[in-house]
């Protein structure tokens, strides 16, 4: 598990390209076979034809391989870098009246589809140089009408290619922000949380997961006695308050009153320690509302990750020790599995008593058992 909450956007631009690369590399498959047959069967151009017939295998090998999603990134740019070459060398050989150059007029067009703004503009702009420079070599002259209308024509494709690419990008993005975040708090949802946890799973790099389900206890009461409008206030600030907290988790809000977060750390007197600190920090100073301010606290269910977890199994999990926590009074955690030290718990009882003299700490373990904040009733 990596430290750091990934994006999910990665993953989603790589199915997109994938499914563009089967579409492309399947036309270039027919075009490429049919022109290299007809190349090679008339006799004209035999060694082209050749290379086209090559041509034709690779597309056919790069759309195999994106439809099995084994294909290594280099392929690609192989397969693309191959086209461009075809196209120029095919520009090269033949006569200026085949005008071969007008498949470079494609390429502009590929390399934004396949790879986006920032590798296809170095691309274009390389294929468009090499381009001018096979045509000085046939003495297709600059200022001439056929010059001027091929490169205005290929600066026209290459221009719509980027804007289009450039929005959609940018719709791409926002519609994804759109899907991933909850539009209450302005934190992530339930999906954002799911694609986390798969770009999670994903990481080389891991390090330990605590999975927190965090509730505001009573919320029913916040809305029935100041309203819903002062009960969606506390939902925001209580998520602005968790998210300064915990600037290193990843927070989302996967239900009405409820939250999750994910906290990157195996080590459960650490993770009980900064649950706890959660509670005591909502707990602290009522969330200021337009009918005043409101008592609110929170209730966490703890869970740390198992070596092969499912989002489902924390989730379950978690969802227990919730309940237990609640069962147990409410406005504290639970934990499974976890056997405080003499430490911990006299540092848990010296912060609680700081910040609630009427409080007491109850239980030696928390191995399946509530730690309390706080006594029952409050909010
Ligand atoms: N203001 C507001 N209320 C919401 C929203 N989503 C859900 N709720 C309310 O959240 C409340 C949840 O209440 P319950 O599930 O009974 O839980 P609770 O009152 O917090 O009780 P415990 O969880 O047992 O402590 C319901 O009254 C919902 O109407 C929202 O977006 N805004």
Redesign the pocket.
Known sequence: MSHTAPTATTAADHAFRSRVLIGISLTTLLLSGLLGVSNVGRGAAVIYGAVQLGYAGLSGYVCWAAIKQRLPNWVVYLYALTLTGLVLSGTAISSIQAYNVVWALTLPTINYLLFGQRIALPLSLFAFATTLYTLSLKEFTFGTPPFNNLMLSYLLVWGISHSYEANRARNEQQLRRQALTDP?TGIGNRLAMQQTFAELQRAPASAGLALLLI??????????SFG?????T??KTLSRRLTQQEPDSALFRI???EFCLFMYSDKPATVAARARQLCEVIRATPITTHTGPIPVTI?IGVTLSPPEPTLSMLLRDADTQLYVA?GAG?DQISMLGLVETPNSQAAAHQGRRRAHRDQSVSGSSLDATATPARKAGT?
């Open positions: 209450l509730d505001i206890d009573w919320f029913k009461q916040v809305n029935d819903h409008e002062a009960g969606d506390v939902l239900g009405g009153e209730s609640k409410r909010g």
